[in-house]
């Protein structure tokens, strides 16, 4: 055979080699499969969908035939990497219904196997329980996940993610609410992060109590955090009650308010890593020792950059507590006394002197802040407004505000910076989160609002539904309806379309008979407000709210070991098989935090 027919041949063999490698590695196009019943098991079921979607070869999407209330019997539904390919996918799709996935209190209702690329949408997820291991409703390892206007409540882990634990990979929320979920001696309540990546997007993490640390989401080293336009309150633990952070962690423009923590970080715990936060408020959190709304210690760094401090308390540093590392600020107004000496980048507001030591020309020492109460002002998030007396106005930096890595010309609520707010001029940008807006400007009249506390945990019995996405607006007035078989129905949870009030329509209260015990279901909410006693006018206050936290005393650090789960049932799912999702049971020991 001559030399031209031998190339020939090798060439043709190996364009015949990449064709069949590129039918077996790419996915057929994605098939859509429908779920028409509430069964645990069988044909039209969500679990008979999802073992469909594990072993086809192609990305898949399961929607429903209509509303559904769906109570897992035995088992969570397992959910991994179809056919070994990474380019497949799985989305879950009940925007177009009311769909409720039920642990009933005795089973996880997730479990993503190694590399799962998942998508769930619309969903009410709740009553999950990890059966003493991480995880309560959802146990992720690598892969991705993303959360669109879907709910996690009421679940609970016994060591670590009582809502969701992530493990490697990436988890993202957007428009989707984490809301009264429990550990019971481990960390992270409402998100625990052990590596990866989590992103939270116009989210609220709420309510959620933690016996380790981080109430609402603790992000482990070696992990990244990023919060934007999002609401982090109400939530407890002993540290770190909103945030407990070992990684590295962003807070853009957005809330953290009313967490209480029984000893350090009623806010932000910064343990270690690096911490930043820009355009957002810390208002009305609480811890038993120091650091009411944030913690500085061991080895971690924080950088602040137009945030507002205020309204916090502690036994010292209602504001700050500077622990061993260093906490740097720019355009940041610190009205809470602080038990640190930041490191000023200048044009900083310290109202008592206990932040700023005075040596920054630029910066302004025993200044009026004139804040107004925490208040929705417009945007996806409350904030403090700045009064016409305040030293704020018009005293920031420009180039900062100017930063398109950081603040990026917006205030908080995404309003333009600078402007001339004084109306006098020049223009220059303000202190802190908020930007007063020059006359004719947008800033609205803000709408006064209480802060929120703890969502109360339903009882087993309530058969919950489908909750629509929470936000910044009205402020549900609940009023028990006893009968005599007392079933709790989910308070609906207001849209982002109307400007919130306390304004609450008193009800007649029936009679109620000697059998009856009305409980709160969950309300997962995207605004931070109190759930007011019905009058014909609700006075806004800056009461803080009593957090119901776990009595033990865990340590302020951690390093906990990376976590193999324990999927909570016996029995696989219909049409699994044995893919070598479910590792044995470790007892996960070790993870106090």
């Known amino acids: 055979m001559n030399a031209p027919r031998i190339s020939a041949l090798i060439v043709l063999g190996a364009v015949v080699g990449l064709l069949?490698?590129?039918?077996?590695?790419?996915?057929?196009?994605?098939?859509?499969?429908?779920?028409?019943n509430a069964n645990t098991s069988g044909a039209g079921s969500l679990a008979d969908a999802i073992a469909t979607a594990n072993g086809n070869n192609q990305s898949d999407t399961i929607t429903f035939s209509g509303d559904l209330n769906i109570v897992l019997g035995t088992g969570d539904l397992t959910i991994i990497q179809d056919s070994g390919n990474s380019v497949n996918s799985l989305t879950i799709d009940a925007e177009t219904n009311n769909i409720t996935l039920s642990g009933n209190n005795t089973n996880r209702i997730f479990f993503l196997g190694d590399g799962a690329n998942v998508t769930l949408t619309g969903l009410t997820i709740t009553l999950g329980d990890g059966n003493g291991s991480a995880g309560g409703a959802i146990f992720k390892t690598g892969g991705t996940l993303v959360l669109?206007?879907?709910?996690?409540?009421?679940?609970?882990?016994?060591?670590?993610?009582?809502?969701?634990?992530?493990?490697?990979?990436?988890?993202?929320?957007?428009?989707?609410?984490?809301?009264?979920?429990?550990?019971?001696?481990?960390?992270g309540a409402g998100i625990y992060s052990n590596t990866g990546t989590v992103n939270i997007n116009n989210s609220t993490i709420s309510g959620n109590t933690a016996g380790g640390n981080g109430g609402g989401i603790i992000n482990q080293s070696g992990s990244t955090l990023n919060v934007t336009n999002s609401t982090i309150s109400s939530n407890g633990s002993p540290n770190g009650a909103g945030i407990y952070n070992d990684g590295t962690a962003t807070i853009l423009r957005s809330t953290i308010n009313s967490n209480g923590a029984t000893i350090?970080?009623?806010?932000?715990?910064a343990n270690d890593g690096t911490l930043n936060i820009i355009n957002s408020t810390l208002s009305g959190n609480t811890a038993g020792t120091n650091g009411g709304a944030l913690y500085s210690g061991n080895s971690a760094g924080a950088n602040l950059i137009n945030v507002t401090i205020d309204g916090n308390s502690a036994m010292s540093g209602d504001g700050v507590f500077l622990g061993l590392d260093d906490v740097t600020a720019s355009n940041t107004i610190f009205a809470d006394e602080c038990n640190a000496d930041i490191t000023s980048g200048g044009n900083n507001l310290d109202t008592d002197g206990t932040c700023l030591d005075g040596t920054v020309l630029s910066d302004i020492v025993s200044g009026n802040a004139d804040l107004g109460s925490l208040a929705n002002n417009g945007g996806p998030t409350f904030t403090r407004a700045i009064g016409p007396n305040s030293d704020a106005l018009d005293a920031g930096n420009f180039d900062i505000c100017d930063d398109v890595a950081t603040v990026n010309n917006v205030d908080q609520r995404g309003f333009t910076r600078p402007a001339d707010g004084d109306g006098v001029g020049p223009v220059i940008c303000?202190?802190?989160?908020?930007e007063v807006q020059g006359e004719g400007g947008p800033t609205p009249t803000a709408t006064a609002s209480a802060e929120p506390s703890n969502t109360p945990t339903p009882t087993d019995t309530a058969a919950p539904t489908n909750t629509p996405t929470p936000t910044d607006t009205v402020a549900p007035t609940y009023t028990p309806t006893p009968t005599n078989t007392a079933a709790p129905t989910n308070t609906p949870t207001p849209t982002n379309t109307v400007d919130p009030s306390m304004t609450a329509t008193a009800t007649a209260t029936p009679t109620a008979t000697s059998t009856v015990a009305p409980t709160n279901s969950p309300v997962a909410t995207n605004t931070p407000t109190r759930t007011p006693t019905p009058t014909n006018t609700a006075i806004a206050t800056d009461e803080q709210p009593v957090i119901a936290t776990a009595t033990p005393t865990p340590t302020a650090t951690s390093t906990p070991p990376s976590i193999t789960p324990v999927p909570s049932a016996?029995?696989?799912?219909?049409?699994?098989?044995?893919?070598g999702i479910r590792p044995p049971s470790t007892g996960d020991g070790g993870l106090a935090e």
Do not use: C, E, H, K
């Open 430 to 434: 303000d202190i802190g989160a908020f």
């Open 264 to 269: 350090d970080g009623g806010g932000i715990y």
């Open 148 to 187: 669109n206007d879907t709910t996690v409540s009421a679940s609970t882990g016994a060591q670590t993610g009582g809502a969701i634990y992530n493990q490697a990979g990436t988890l993202t929320l957007n428009n989707s609410t984490i809301n009264g979920n429990t550990t019971t001696t481990g960390g």
């Open 20 to 36: 069949v490698l590129s039918v077996v590695s790419r996915p057929a196009t994605a098939a859509s499969i429908v779920v028409t």
């Open 570 to 579: 016996t029995a696989p799912l219909a049409g699994v098989g044995s893919a």
